[in-house]
């Protein structure tokens, strides 16, 4: 049997009741999303965006899903705590795919929207769980939701939009400037095999500005399989920043499809880190939808042992006046594979574009696994646009020079391999959240477990 089978039949039994759970502005599309993944089925390598990730094999175990909307019994603000030095964030939980609701009593008393953490967001601000925004702000949600994630193009995506029955809502009204920094934790906990649907919609309006980190962290030792959609719409003069942070384990599975649109004079820095995982396929796709939009893709990836991660990026130049800048490094150690596809399309009337597409990789081993697939199709005549790629093994003569000087083999090895991807943590505009990053790669080099003062997570 296909693995798309049992979710066909399961969506044909359960229908109502994912509905039931869900609300109207989320169910709307759903129909015509499972349409679309009865049509397409899970991508394989056949298909050329998945060439390097089977997607289906990872569909095809039996894993629960909670889709009776069962109360997870943990308080995440109880085992989770981070001590990010000199860095104060907003902070909230998404529990499986489930929008963690601290302040649910109160929003009972209000009839309010209440945020999940006692750090208050300016006035007008929204992050809450997107099925009680979508109850209570319906053509908001409906205007956003399932728009920029195309269904008919990605049996992933449509597959999410079919099950998917909450997720988290960040928006930011006109002019209005987040100064705390956001914090979203999304925490994998189960006894059995399991299989959560996160979605995640992201609306700055004219002028707005916000910052956003994402962690990614599981609780218990089983397998875990997580489809995540993000779609993120970037008006015109606003300013966003996207960080991800994937710290979980070797039984974890993880497909994430990020569609960012962004209008004219928009600047958004995106970086994507990979620590601890077991199998990863991330694709982002930005459009640059407005003049003089500014986009800056970053990603990073460190894998031993059997780890897996693959990137898909294209960055779409509709409009003249564009700048982008991307760029992806990987360290791969033991038998670990990593794969990068990154397209950039410059369009026909997108004249004066500037564009740079960088992806430098290490391989550590003879046994790790690298593949790269840098592309540009340009359309315009009148334009600045470079892409490289490179894969390498450790600098033999940079290793003698150290060794000279008294330096361990494994010690030189870890500095080699930590300058090598300073580079993309360099790019954060946060500082706290900069010297944190350093540290934790520093820790994932040498194979210690990052722990923060009494976070039950990091066991």
């Known amino acids: 049997m296909k693995p798309e089978q049992q979710y066909i039949d399961l969506f044909a039994q359960t229908e109502a009741m994912i509905c039931k759970h869900s609300a109207e502005a989320l ?246 880190m990979t620590l601890t995982n077991g199998t990863t396929r991330n694709t982002t796709q930005v459009t640059l939808a407005g003049e003089h939009a500014e986009l800056n893709l970053c990603g990073m990836a460190i894998a031993d042992k059997n780890q897996h991660v693959d990137n898909h990026t294209m960055i779409d ?15 791969l150690d033991e038998q670990a594979t990593g794969a990068f596809a990154g397209l950039v399309l410059v369009r026909p009337d997108a004249q004066h574009t500037s564009s740079q597409q960088t992806n430098r990789n290490l391989c550590a081993t003879r046994e790790a696994r690298m593949y790269t697939q840098p592309q540009l199709e340009i359309y315009a005549d009148d334009v600045k646009c470079s892409h490289g790629a490179t894969v390498g093994q450790l600098d033999e003569a940079a290793l003698f020079y150290m060794r000279q000087r008294g330096i361990s083999l494994k010690e030189a090895r870890l500095l080699l391999m930590f300058a090598f991807v300073n580079e993309v943590v360099d790019t954060i505009r946060l500082d706290a959240l900069k010297d944190r990053l350093h540290l934790l790669v520093e820790k994932r080099f040498r194979g210690e477990l990052n722990k923060c003062s009494g976070c039950a997570i990091c066991k």
């Open 317 to 331: 130049h509709a409009v003249p006046n564009c700048q982008s800048t991307e760029l992806y490094k990987y360290v």
């Open 27 to 272: 169910n709307a599309p759903r129909a015509a999303a499972f349409a679309d993944f009865e049509r397409q089925g899970f991508p394989t390598r056949k298909d050329e965006k998945y060439k390097y990730t089977d997607a289906g094999k990872f569909f095809e175990p039996d894993y629960g899903l909670n889709l009776n909307r069962l109360e997870i019994p943990v308080n995440p603000y109880e085992v989770f705590k981070c001590d990010v030095p000199n860095m104060s964030t907003a902070l909230y939980f998404v529990v499986n795919d489930s929008f963690y609701k601290a302040g649910k009593q109160a929003k009972e008393q209000t009839h309010q929207l209440v945020p999940s953490s006692t750090p208050s967001l300016p006035e007008g601000v929204l992050f809450c769980s997107l099925k009680e925004a979508a109850e209570q702000h319906p053509e908001l949600i409906k205007q956003h939701y399932a728009k920029l994630a195309d269904t008919a193009k990605d049996g992933i995506t449509a597959f999410n939009t079919a099950f998917a029955q909450d997720g988290v809502l960040l928006y930011v009204p006109k002019n209005v400037v987040v100064e705390r920094p956001i914090q979203l934790v999304n925490i994998l906990r189960a006894d059995v095999n399991f299989l959560v649907n996160r979605r995640v919609l992201i609306i700055l309006e004219e002028g707005a500005q916000a910052r956003l980190l994402v962690c990614d962290h599981a609780m218990d030792n089983v397998n875990f399989l997580a489809t995540q959609v993000v779609e993120a719409y970037i008006g015109e003069n606003a300013c966003f920043d996207l960080y991800e942070l994937e710290e979980t384990h070797t039984s974890t599975v993880r497909f994430s499809n990020l569609y960012v649109k962004q209008a004219a004079n928009s600047n958004v820095l995106i970086n994507g």
